[in-house]
């Protein structure tokens, strides 16, 4: 790590402590090779991966910034930007496309009132397009916060997705 690298100033003792639990289930020469789970971390804690927190995961890790970055960009778990309480990415590849998967991602946008890649007014929902989510033959198909898979999403449940997450209640106030 550089002289002026201080990931202390940028996470906490605790967010350290887990990095630190990663790091540990590889040799010592690959360190590297916790970056996915640092910037999990990162994601759990901040709610998405900013060029600080990128720097200071790379400054941890012993590895090029551009390194972390291009982690960061490759994989649309990671959100570079805020994003709503719930972030929806909805599979718009070839076999979903055949399947109603932009028809989808187009009804949300206007259910929503909101482009591909905006957030709802109230902030509370993000909507993405994403590549293949591995669930073609259950197409269209979509994400919710990254863990959720909902499949055959008619124009009907779209909408009862849409007004359930309206209606949970939020647990941060």
Not at 50 to 77: Q, R, W
Not at 88 to 100: A, E, F, G, Y
Not at 136 to 141: E, L
Request: charged content about 20%; overall charge negative; aromatic content about 6%.
């Amino acid at each position: 790590m550089s002289e002026s690298a201080q990931p202390s100033a940028v996470f906490s003792s605790a967010t350290l402590e887990r990095f630190a639990f990663e790091v540990a289930k590889y040799p010592a020469d690959q360190k590297p090779s916790a970056v996915i789970a640092c910037l999990s971390i990162v994601q759990q804690e901040q709610g998405y991966v900013s060029a600080e927190t990128e720097k200071g995961v790379a400054d941890y890790l012993g590895m090029p910034p551009i390194a972390v970055h291009e982690v960061t960009t490759f994989y649309n778990m990671y959100n570079q930007r805020p994003v709503g309480r719930f972030k929806i990415n909805v599979c718009t590849n070839l076999p979903c496309q055949l399947r109603d998967g932009q028809r989808a991602l187009e009804h949300l946008c206007r259910k929503l009132g909101i482009e591909q890649g905006g957030t709802t007014a109230d902030g509370l929902i993000t909507l993405q397009q994403s590549e293949c989510l591995g669930a073609c033959a259950d197409a269209p198909v979509l994400l919710v916060n990254d863990r959720t898979m909902c499949s055959f999403m008619s124009h009907e449940r779209l909408d009862a997705l849409v007004d359930v997450l309206h209606s949970q209640p939020d647990e941060s106030r």
